[in-house]
């Protein structure tokens, strides 16, 4: 099984920006959607963006506008590029796709 390993977390000033990325040990090429998803403290893991392997992407409504998704299948990678962030964006941080197990995440804080 592909193993996932989230970076790019870290504090940030509120409107400050920060790219996450996911790297894959193994081809995400034939993998048809991945996504980022995260948990605040004391609250469910939502899911905020999917990228197909086609490059269509999905965002939820608290992050749209602000959060792009890419994926590079040549190198593996999943990307998170966060902009304009709020402190309600605090959260962990993690991707994944349907039926894979659950990585450490990056922790990602936003300070007001």
């Known amino acids: 099984q592909v193993q996932l390993v989230e970076s790019g977390g870290g504090l940030v000033q509120a409107g400050g920006s920060l790219r996450l990325s996911c790297a894959a040990s193994g081809s995400i090429f034939s993998i048809y959607r991945m996504g980022w998803y995260r948990q605040a403290p004391g609250k469910q893991r939502d899911v905020i963006a999917t990228i197909t392997s086609g490059g269509s992407t999905t965002y939820a409504d608290s992050v749209k506008g602000r959060f792009t998704i890419s994926r590079d299948n040549a190198k593996n990678t999943v990307y998170l590029q966060m902009n304009s962030l709020k402190p309600e964006d605090t959260a962990v941080y993690y991707c994944?796709?349907?039926?894979?197990?659950w990585g450490q995440g990056t922790q990602v804080t936003v300070s007001s």
């Open positions: 994944n796709y349907v039926g894979h197990s």
